[in-house]
């Protein structure tokens, strides 16, 4: 079992920036591929990035590359998102989660352990 909390939400004017946390527990955290989802009410959950157990690995949404960042510190077992030039489509409720993979690109079955999200609001 794994227990992920996410943090660093909050309400940031657009342009600006936050850098989400998720600090995990239980299984083994340095194993596993982790990954950054969000969504809004109404739509589909959607892949956000992905990094792979060493943090060597990393994957993008194609519409987030170049002001999305993933990084993990296996040492303090978190995984963390900076989120750069944030538009007000980028408010949702974001998402992390770990995968039973060392890596895994995309949303899909292997992430088995989820966090109960953190809610980031972009203003224009």
């Known amino acids: 079992q794994v227990q992920l909390v996410e943090s660093g939400g909050g309400l940031v004017q657009a342009g600006g920036s936050l850098r989400l946390s998720c600090a995990a527990s239980?299984?083994?955290?340095?194993?596993?591929?982790m990954g950054w989802f969000r969504q809004v009410p109404g739509k589909p959950r959607e892949f956000v990035a992905a990094i792979n157990w060493s943090g060597g690995l990393t994957h993008y949404a194609d519409s987030l590359k170049g002001r999305f960042v993933i990084s993990r510190d296996n040492a303090k077992n978190t995984v963390y998102l900076q989120m750069s030039n944030l538009k007000p489509e980028d408010t949702a409720v974001y998402y992390c989660?770990?995968?039973?993979?060392?890596?895994?690109?995309?949303?899909?079955?292997?992430?088995?352990?989820w966090g109960q999200g953190t809610q980031v609001t972009v203003s224009s």
């Open positions: 239980g299984r083994t955290f340095s194993n596993s591929g």
């Open positions: 989660a770990a995968s039973t993979s060392p890596f895994s690109r995309g949303l899909n079955a292997s992430y088995r352990y």
